[in-house]
Structure formats: structure tokens, C-alpha cells
């Protein structure tokens, strides 16, 4: 008789899949959705080991049955339950295809392990980028508008440009081009640094103009500490004006972040999708247990409907987490909807915006996307419940009253674009801390209520940065998630739960 193969869990923080006869209440019924059932031990004559249902099944009950199976005499029963026993798929559920929701999907793959079949499914009613990340002015950079470091600045933007170095690999399988590679020199011309000329980032660094006397002094302090790896340049009125031709420096003082990005933001996520993609399937193909992904374009109303189904359910809603019934009301987010209005230079206009110039940020900001291009934010509209993208004539033309002035005090030639169209999106703002406004992260059980079997957890508030905060934050969530272990989040990101319990 050959040897059964047992696989144990070489990691007991990963919950194997429980073993449950399978939920049949609403959600099970979409037939559109594939799923894999989860192993089933039933038997009236094996009642005695058949193995309960439970979410915090733990490697004890999982070795018992491992133990009583293995004593049993008949071969064919014996193998069977070990093949069901062993064939564990963790099902994890990411809710939301921006920003947040992908960096968790590609970090759940990453970092899950080898022996564990993992299943990740995304829901988004919109598809990817559909919320406020696929609008977004894509600006990336790891300081306040006053040029401080941000909390924890240094790992979210080395954790952002990994992903977006990540997700440019993939475009590039797709599209290899030899000629996608260039060099360019920096402000002061004496470094040479790659440029890429991809579809959705451009290299153009960030220039903030100092318009208020008041914090010039600030400014000039903060920017003395920053990064290596995202440098700011003091520079005068002239030296702005060589970066972008028609800049006005008010103060004859601007701030210069050569390495600062701004990308296409649905093209990234779009890429990021790919790339997590290709993970999945090069994980398969090299020896690790099976790795799935599967996007559902598809709106998901309340959390109780995924119970039963998942080891683990991500909320990655951006602001619309607060219109789910559980967590309405519970989380301490505003909402704030803004408006980008998109401009264009008219072909009669021959100086057009220079192709190796920065993007601008002041009150408003300039994002170039390209000689002809720009986006111009944003209008801050604190507790809309409007997510459209959709800007209906009047909001357009308000929100361009409001934007052009701000803009023309630092680029009057901003009066030379023609306004094409905007877009907008809800932001999810979370409240302010000691140490700035920090995204909530952690477990949302205590708020999903009932005998729920799966863990819920939240990754959102990501405020006007989100591009900046989900390289770090996706990769902290994640494992997180596949350890089942709220302590691995640091507590700055997890104390809002605390404040609900006081
Ligand atoms: C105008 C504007 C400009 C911005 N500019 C920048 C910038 O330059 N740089 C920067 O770093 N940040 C910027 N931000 C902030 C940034 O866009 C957000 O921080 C970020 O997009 C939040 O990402 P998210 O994944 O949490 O949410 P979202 O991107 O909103 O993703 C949530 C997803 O969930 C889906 N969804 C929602 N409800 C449901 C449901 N019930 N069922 C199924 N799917 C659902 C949505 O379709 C959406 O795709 C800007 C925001 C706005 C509004």
C-alpha cells in the first residue's frame, strides 16, 4: 500500500480553510462567481472524526483528524479524507480595485506561503480604478504641502516606487521596447539618472513655489530634512523659471523635487492588475501551491453577505466604506469630494509646456501630462456623498472659478489652456493625529457583529495621499491578513479602533 503524503501547515498563524459544508444562503446562488468548495468531511459512519465547522479552527483539530484519519484501515476512505484535509485553498475576498484594494492583492500573493493554495477575489462595482485613485492627480511625493516628511515618509515612498517599478515591469513583458530606456540630466546637470518613457509615470519632479511669507521660514527647514532617495532643492525665482518657463515665484523662492513622480493613475492600476496577475501565475508555474486571482466587476452591498466564504475580507472601499450598513456611521472618515478640471493648449499657441518640466504644486496643482496636457487641482467639497466621476456644467464651472485664479499666482500662462473636461472623486479623509492624518488600518470584527466565520479588516482613509500610502500600508495589511494578527499594523494605524472601545 503506498504511503499517504500528509502536508502539514508549516506556518500555524494561517488558518487552513475551514472545514464547513459549504454556506447556501444568497450569495453562494451567483453562479457567475467561480469558487472552490472547501473541503467537506461528512460521513454517518466516520461521524466521529468528521471535522466541525469553524472559522478559528486551529492546527489542533486539523492534527487530531490528521491522527484518527491516519488509523483508519481502508486506503481508498484514508486518502480521500487526507486529500480533502490537505487540498486547503485560503479564500480572501479584497473588496475595492484602487489603489488600496490592488497593493493588498499583489502583497497577499507576495507574501503567502509557498505550501498554501491561495484564491484572491476583487470586487469592484466599477472595474478597476473606478473610484477616486483612477481620477486621481497622480503626484507622488513623500511631503506635506509645507514640504515636511510625512510619517513614516521614507517606507511609503520606497514601498510606492517598488510597486510602480512592479508594475511598469509588467507593461514592459507586454510591450518590450528597447527603446523605452533614455538618460537625462537633473536641474543642476550634473547627474545622469534613467528616465523611462512608459505609458503612466513620468519622471518629472515636483517644483512648490513658497507663496506665503509667513511660512517661507518653515519651508526652508523642512526642506533641509529630507530624503536621500527624494531630495528637495532650494532654488530662487530664476532657477524655477529655467524648470518651467512663465513660472512666477512670488517669494523668489521655490522648492524642487527632482525625483518626485506624477503617473497616469489608470494606466498604474491597470498595469498593477497585470502584474499581479503574472504573480499569480508565476507562483503556480515554480513550484508553489496554487495561486488564483479573479476580478469581479460587481457591487457588494453589506459584509454580512460574504460570510461564510472567506478566510479573510479586506475593505478597500476608499470613502464609499462608509455607506456599508456595518460600518456606516462607525468610522471616523469624512468624505470630500474634488473636482479636476483637464486642459489642453490650443495648436496656435507654439510654447507649449517643455516635455522634461516639472509638475507644480501650490494652493492648486498643475499635473502635466504632457505638452499639451494638464489636470488642474482640486476643489475640496468636505461631506459630499457624490462618488460620480461625473462633473455636470455648473460643478465644472465653479470648480474652474476657483481653481484658475490659484493657479494663474504662480503660472499665469495658465491662461493660454482651454478647458476640455473634468473629472472628480470622493476622498475618504481620516482625522488628524499627533502625527498627521494617517490612514485606519485593522480588524473590523467588533463592528461586522453576529457569528460571523471570517475576518474582516479595513484599509482605508487613505486621504488626499493615497498613492504615497499604499505601496506600505497594502504590504503591511497583507501580512497582517495572512497572519491573522492586528499587532503587525503599527499602532499609530490601529489606535481609531482603540478610541471607539474607550
Ligand atoms: C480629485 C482628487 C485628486 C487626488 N490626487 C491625488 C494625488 O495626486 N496623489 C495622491 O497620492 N492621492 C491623490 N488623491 C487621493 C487618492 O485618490 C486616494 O487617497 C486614493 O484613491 C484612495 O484609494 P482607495 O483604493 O482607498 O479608494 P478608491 O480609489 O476610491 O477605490 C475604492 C474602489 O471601491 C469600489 N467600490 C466602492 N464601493 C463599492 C461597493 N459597494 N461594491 C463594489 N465596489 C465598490 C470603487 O468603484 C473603487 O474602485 C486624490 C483624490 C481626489 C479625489
Redo the contacts with the bound molecule.
Sequence with gaps: MPPATVITNSNPRILPWKLSAPATRGFLQRSHIRRTQPPTLMSSSLSSISVRSSSSLTQQPLRSSLAIISQLSCYCVKSLMLSLLVVRICRYAV????????SVAWHLLQHSPQELNVSIDI??????????????????HPYSPKVKLLWRGADCWRESLNLLTIAEAAMGSQELNSDSREFVQNSNGSIIRRRFKTDFIHFRGILRPAVSLKHLNLLNNNAQKCLDSCQIESIDGDAAQVLVPNLYAPLNSAFYMPEAINIH?QHYLKALFLACENLAKDLSTSGFKGKELHLHK????NLRELEGEYSAVIV??????V??PELSGKLPLRT?????AHLQLPDDISEVYPDHSPSILSDA?L?VRGPRNLHL???WEWNSRN?SPDVPPDEASKALEELLPKASAIYPAIENWVFTGA??????MPPLTPHGSLPLLGCLDDFVGGSHTCKYWL??G?????????GWLGKLMAQAVLSCDEDLLPSELTDWRNKKKR
Design positions: 473588496l475595492g480595485a484602487g489603489f488600496a484594494g490592488l470586487y469592484d462595482e466599477d472595474g478597476i480604478g473606478g473610484g477616486a485613485s483612477g481620477v486621481s492627480g497622480g503626484l507622488l493613475p460587481m457591487s457588494i452591498n478597500c472601499l476608499g470613502a464609499r466604506a455607506f456599508l470630500c469630494r474634488g473636482v479636476i496643482w499635473a487641482g482640486s476643489t462618488y473629472s472628480a472623486g470622493l476622498r475618504a484599509f482605508g487613505l486621504g488626499s495621499r493615497g498613492l504615497l500610502y499604499h
